[in-house]
């Protein structure tokens, strides 16, 4: 399938993964007292509150078409962890939230799968469209387990780290999504060009993401 083809396909699905993951986190911070997300507007599943422009957009059709792999993100829903009523606890489950839902995501997408199975034999793009759909939601819970400021993971990390090192720990934050593109996108499209193909992305992306997303057909019986 012909990547910008593939990103028409998923742009919804893209936005939506996002859209929700973002949420999540917003909706658990206010529940355990933390209105900052509230105040911004960004308690709600509307896409246009969340949509990152570079992240959202640009960055899933650049990675479609140089490696044939969705993957984007949102701009991040701001939390005040000293609002948080517990604040250790409570902001690890707010960075669990995102990866939650998109396990839920998937979970819900390959049930549809198993309910429209009629259809997608009949229409194979369908299949294929949530089939990939499944595999963005999973793609999306390995990056946010790499525990690399501001991933979800990271946050962890930090809820249970001393505060000397979440502190300095939580510094390289503004590079962190610039870190990710270096290891995931340029070193798998620069390294054949010195004489070493490193394909960062397909091992621990790509296909850990394709193996769990057939994994969960096989379970629900649609493989």
């Given at each position: 399938?012909?990547?910008l ?9 893209i ?20 209105d900052t997300?509230e ?24 990675l ?5 792999i969705?993957?984007g ?8 962890v000293?609002?948080l ?6 902001m ?5 939230a ?17 309910a ?12 294929a469209t ?5 595999v963005?939601?999973?793609v999306?819970?390995i990056v ?10 990271s ?8 505060r000397i090192?979440?502190e ?7 590079y962190?999504?610039l ?25 621990f ?18 493989a």
């Amino acid at each position: 399938m012909a990547p910008l083809l593939t990103f028409a396909l998923l742009a919804i699905p893209i936005v939506i993964a996002i859209t929700f993951h973002e949420a999540a986190h917003g909706y658990v911070a206010h529940a355990f007292g933390d209105d900052t997300g509230e105040r911004q507007g960004r308690l709600t599943l509307n896409p246009r509150s969340h949509i990152d422009p570079w992240g959202t957009l640009l960055l899933p059709a650049v990675l479609l078409i140089t490696l044939g792999i969705a993957f984007g993100y949102a701009k991040p829903i701001p939390v005040d962890v000293n609002k948080l009523r517990n604040p250790k606890l409570h902001m690890a489950l707010v960075a669990a939230a995102g990866p939650l839902v998109n396990i839920a995501l998937a979970l819900a997408i390959a049930l549809l799968l198993v309910a429209t199975q009629g259809l997608a034999e009949d229409f194979p793009l369908w299949r294929a469209t949530l089939h990939a759909s499944i595999v963005l939601n999973v793609v999306l819970v390995i990056v946010n387990l790499i525990p690399l400021p501001p991933l979800d993971a990271s946050k962890l990390v930090a809820a249970i780290s001393p505060r000397i090192f979440s502190e300095f720990y939580s510094r390289a934050e503004p590079y962190g999504y610039l870190i990710i593109v270096l290891i995931f996108l340029i070193v798998p499209y620069a390294s054949p060009r010195v004489g070493y193909a490193i394909d960062t992305a397909g091992y621990f992306l790509i296909r850990p993401a394709y193996f769990l997303a057939d994994g969960l057909l096989r379970i629900f019986g649609a493989a």
